[in-house]
């Protein structure tokens, strides 16, 4: 049992606040800050009851957040704000000897670069203060990296190939919006592609790289090689991946309407002067594309997320395709919001309920492929995404 801070009330935090309220025996009590208090105090109301605490707190603020998190004690921080704000609420955590864990690696505001670098810096602190920094507890990363670890532990001997594969095939009736954070999105999707061969990064122009691929009760869909995240930590921890790709669909309506905003220049990241004011171009872009909390609604379709991996077990070659399909409107049902906040929220909270219990809990920053996978992999088919295996299919890669 323990308490926990949750900062953050987009979509994810609607998610996460949801679900750490379905376990009291774990979570004994919960506060949800974030930069708006009435988006905190909305989402207490539609869960009920009396156990969400709120607070205003302004993420980049460390002095802010320390006296937030030593007047509320909690156990462990949830940081399900922007990646922006990992850093600062690193920072506080160390001050205010907290635990900490989040679902996206550090970006800095005015260059569209992620990497771990930053976070891996913070090591040896969180190892001297005998504090936990989970990183990348999301669904990608997140669920990835520990299918990922589980596969490498149960099913092979040495992975050699691995394709992560993300399909959105849900339809939520707008013309154009992104399923988490426009301007996080966006910069992420119109980068460079890159990925791991034969020991080294191999970068492509952006959406170079394409075919369809099948996915289950989905059928085919165009996917694309675009750098995701958590191939670093993945070559990293697991030096026998030969090769290391991430595959996400994207429709070709959606393709149009992101080439248009990159060509009229308002997928820019620096400011510009507008009437005599400074604004970032995506930041304006984000204020009038719909806000993707709100998406859930009408939204119908699945997601489908998974690993296809091949590596040799006892010697002969094998192949191995574990994936969660989630259904937008169950998600909706649920917890209001579509199901990319879905299946970012429930591993978050997951991987909080793995730190109360003790299962994963050791001084240092991990990558969540660093902990064991069992107990998560069970809480995943118990909370909400549960996972199907294939051995020894076609993986059409
Ligand atoms: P949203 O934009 O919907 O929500 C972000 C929340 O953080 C908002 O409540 C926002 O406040 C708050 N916030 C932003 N800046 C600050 C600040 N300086 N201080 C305090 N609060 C702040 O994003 P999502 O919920 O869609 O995404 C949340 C996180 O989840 C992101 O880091 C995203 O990258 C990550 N993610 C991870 C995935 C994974 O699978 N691993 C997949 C999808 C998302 P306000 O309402 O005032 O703007």
């Known amino acids: 049992m323990g308490k926990v801070l949750i900062i953050g009330a987009g979509g994810v935090g609607t998610v996460v606040a949801h679900k750490v309220a379905q376990h009291p025996e774990v979570f004994s009590e919960i506060m949800l800050a974030s930069r708006t208090k009435s988006k905190c105090d909305a989402i207490a109301k539609a869960i009920g009851g009396n156990h969400i605490q709120t607070a205003k707190v302004e993420a980049e603020n460390v002095s802010e957040l320390v006296s937030l998190i030593k007047s509320f004690k909690p156990d462990l921080v949830i940081n399900v704000a922007l990646p922006y704000q990992d850093l600062p609420i690193m920072d506080a955590c160390l001050e205010a000897k907290v635990s900490y864990l989040d679902t996206a690696n550090y970006e800095p505001k005015d260059e569209a670069k992620f990497e771990y670098s930053w976070q891996w810096a913070y090591q040896e602190r969180f190892k001297a203060a005998g504090l936990t920094a989970i990183l990348g507890c999301g669904f990608d990363p997140g669920v990835t990296s520990i299918y990922t670890a589980y596969a490498a532990k149960h099913h092979f001997d040495e992975i050699q190939y691995l394709d992560i594969v993300d399909c959105n095939a849900g339809d939520h009736g707008k013309a154009f919006a992104t399923n ?27 959406h170079e790289i ?72 995506i930041q304006f872009l984000k204020a009038v594309l719909p806000d993707p909390g709100d998406l859930g609604e009408n939204y119908t379709g699945w997601t489908s997320i998974g690993c296809r991996i091949r590596g040799l077990k006892d010697g002969k070659e094998k192949t191995y395709y574990v994936y969660n399909n989630c259904s937008h409107e169950a998600a909706y049902k649920e917890t209001g919001t579509q199901g990319v ?19 994963w809990k050791k001084p240092g920053v991990f990558n969540v492929e660093e902990f064991d996978p069992d107990p998560f992999m069970d809480a995943l088919n118990k909370y909400g995404l549960p996972w199907v295996e294939k051995h020894n299919i076609d993986l059409e890669l």
């Open 341 to 359: 906040s879905y299946t970012t929220g429930v591993p978050a909270m997951i991987g909080a309920m793995m730190y109360m219990k003790g299962l």
């Open 180 to 206: 988490f954070n426009p301007e996080i999105n966006i910069r992420e999707v119109t980068q460079k592609g890159k990925y791991w061969e034969n020991g080294k990064w191999v970068v492509t122009e952006p």
């Open 210 to 281: 394409h075919k369809p691929l099948n996915y289950p009760e989905i059928g085919p869909k165009e996917s694309y090689v675009i750098y995701h995240e958590e191939l670093e930590s993945l070559v990293k921890n697991y030096p026998t991946l030969k090769r290391a790709r991430f595959w996400m669909t994207f429709g070709q309506e959606y393709l149009t309407h992101l080439r248009v905003i990159q060509n009229i220049g308002m997928a820019r990241i620096d400011p510009i002067i507008y009437n005599g004011m400074e604004i970032v171009p």
